[in-house]
């Protein structure tokens, strides 16, 4: 049973915690004391259930695996606190576990029903990660409602407005934002408009349209293999298989494949560059003394390299896709993503609207 000058000490602590936070402070300088009040105080109090929430929202893009056990052990006392539900969705987003970020997300939204974002979210979710932009439309259309002045929102709302097929409701809503507002993703779903969003409302139509893709992916394979080695095939196997959950076309696709195939290429030459210098030191090393070899990179993250290089088309053609979304599919956390990323532009000095790797003009 807590003492008064514990109960004092606990309110102290989360007063400075909340202080720190409403700052903007660094959350390295708030993680020691939100995990010191989550020791101190009891799981079931309020200052227990904010402790472990705050730690699950500030851990989730490094730590989501970590953020999702504070999220539920927010939730195992507090069943409607709806911020915990909304992180963990998060969460399993991340970790590709869509369908559970799905039901969380309901969750969230009937404790928090006025929410627009987490309607947004879950309709993002619908649309984008499991592919049924239908049952993603009345999510999305309560979020727009609420909402219609957020370019965010509005791009997810035309989004799956054509893909289900509702392409000249797509345009309407899209041509209304652009009016009164600049953005530089909604130009670019005015484009993937133009030429031709993909739509079939029909199951069967959209089964032929998949059907084709595949068909259509199983040539560009023949055209455009990455390598002969086993790790390029795998490399091209996960870039295939994290593209299928992407709304990305079936030209992006193939010049996802070659772009990986590039960056494959200029990897090898990159070693095969450094083979004389390796020669030439084992050489030298029978007559000098030997010291310890420096720690070998880890260069095997396939995962890693498909999710930079399908963000490289997304940063290409301004697809409007966040690093999280295009992270989730390959599994890998954003800030993987964000480093393969920058190494894989920096190598192949790729720029928006690349003309080797662009599908969209402008």
């Not at 069943?79 to 539900?85: N, P």
């Not at 450094?274 to 260069?299: D, E, F, I, L, M």
């Not at 095997?300 to 301004?318: E, F, N, Q």
């Not at 390959?330 to 192949?348: D, M, Q």
């Amino acid at each position: 049973m807590e003492t008064g000058a514990e109960t004092q000490d606990l309110t102290a602590l989360r007063q400075e915690i909340e202080r720190a936070l409403r700052r903007a402070f660094d959350p390295a300088d708030v993680l020691p004391r939100l995990a010191r009040l989550a020791r101190l105080a009891p799981a079931a109090s309020d200052d227990g259930v904010f402790a472990h929430r705050q730690l699950a929202e500030l851990l989730v893009e490094r730590h989501p695996w970590r953020a999702a056990i504070y999220a539920r052990r927010a939730l195992a006392h507090r069943r409607d606190d709806d911020r915990a539900w909304a992180v963990l969705a998060f969460c399993q987003t991340l970790l590709g576990n869509f369908r559970c970020a799905a039901t969380a997300y309901k969750k969230a939204i009937a404790s928090a029903p006025a929410n627009p974002w987490y309607a947004h979210n879950l309709g993002h979710l619908l649309d984008v990660a499991l592919g049924s932009p239908d049952r993603a439309l009345p999510w999305l259309r309560s979020a727009y409602g609420a909402k219609a002045d957020n370019s965010e929102i509005v791009a997810s709302y035309v989004h799956a407005l054509a893909r289900a097929g509702h392409t000249g409701e797509a345009r309407g809503v899209l041509e209304r934002a652009l009016e009164r507002f600049d953005s530089r993703e909604l130009e670019a779903l005015l484009r993937w408009l133009d030429q031709g969003a993909p739509s079939g409302h029909d199951r069967d139509d959209r089964e032929a349209c998949r059907a084709g893709a595949a068909r259509a992916a199983g040539a560009k394979r023949k055209k455009i293999a990455i390598g002969g080695e086993a790790s390029d095939r795998r490399l091209a196997r996960v870039l295939e298989q994290g593209l299928l959950h992407l709304p990305l076309d079936s030209r992006q696709r193939a010049r996802a494949l070659l772009l990986a195939r590039d960056a494959v290429a200029q990897a090898k030459k990159a070693a095969a560059a450094k083979t004389p210098a390796r020669r030439q030191a084992r050489a030298s090393s029978r007559t000098v003394p030997k010291v310890p070899p420096a720690p070998k990179r880890k260069t095997d993250d396939v995962a890693g390299l498909a999710a930079a290089v399908a963000y490289a088309i997304v940063y290409v053609d301004h697809v409007p896709l966040s690093h999280a979304e295009v992270a989730a599919p390959f599994r890998v956390a954003v800030a993987r993503l964000r480093g393969r990323f920058a190494e894989l532009r920096a190598k192949l000095d790729i720029i928006p609207g690349d003309a080797r790797y662009a599908t969209t003009r402008g």
